[in-house]
């Protein structure tokens, strides 16, 4: 990242001050920043049929989850040992507490379910290193949505900072959600990218 002298917004990145930064480079730009695997990441805000993803698969977790469960977007998990790597996933599933706590990281372990629908110009590599980072925290559930190709792939029971369990299917398959959802999420007449401007 290289920021020109004379349009200093936010400071250069250093060691111990990467959350500074990227708090700054949001409030400054809206882009969305994590820090993942002590890298910082900067993705646009969700829009169009990226969005539109997220609101569909929203409205349907909010009628399948158990009592004192809730589905959320914009709110962060970072690693156990390392409140300063982590990452806002565009949906996420945690108790209803939440919703009265004032920290604004959730423990990674209270994460019921993670969903990330990729960017149209994000890379195989970056998914990977955020499927990695996901196992590595311990979340128990992460659900990966491809609107470039109408795909989605389920990772579940992390291990050794590895997914044991993968499986993998196109849009108009159900996703068989384990608990502590339990139920099956339809990803027929979900979104997907065309080959208009880049997401």
Do not use: C, F
Request: charged share 30%.
């Amino acid at each position: 990242m290289s920021v020109s002298p004379e349009s200093k917004m936010w400071p250069l990145p250093r060691p111990g001050n990467l959350r500074e930064v990227a708090e700054k480079i949001e409030n400054a730009t809206g882009l969305r920043a994590q820090i993942v695997g002590g890298s910082l990441v900067m993705s646009p805000t969700p829009r169009g049929k990226h969005a539109g993803v997220i609101a569909r698969l929203r409205r349907q977790l909010e009628s399948a989850l158990p009592e004192g469960l809730a589905a959320y977007e914009v709110s962060s998990i970072a690693l156990p040992d390392d409140p300063d790597d982590y990452v806002t996933p565009d949906l996420i599933v945690l108790p209803e507490e939440w919703e009265d706590d004032d920290d604004w990281l959730a423990a990674p372990e209270d994460a019921g379910l993670t969903v990330e629908v990729i960017s149209k110009s994000e890379k195989s590599k970056e998914m990977r290193d955020k499927a990695d980072w996901y196992a590595r925290a311990g979340v128990a559930v992460l659900l990966v949505v491809d609107p470039r190709n109408g795909t989605w792939t389920l990772r579940t029971r992390p291990e050794k900072g590895a997914y044991q369990d993968t499986v993998r299917g196109k849009y108009g398959e159900t996703v068989p959600l384990p608990h502590p959802i339990g139920s099956d999420i339809a990803t027929d007449g979900l979104p997907m990218y065309g080959d208009g401007p880049r997401r």
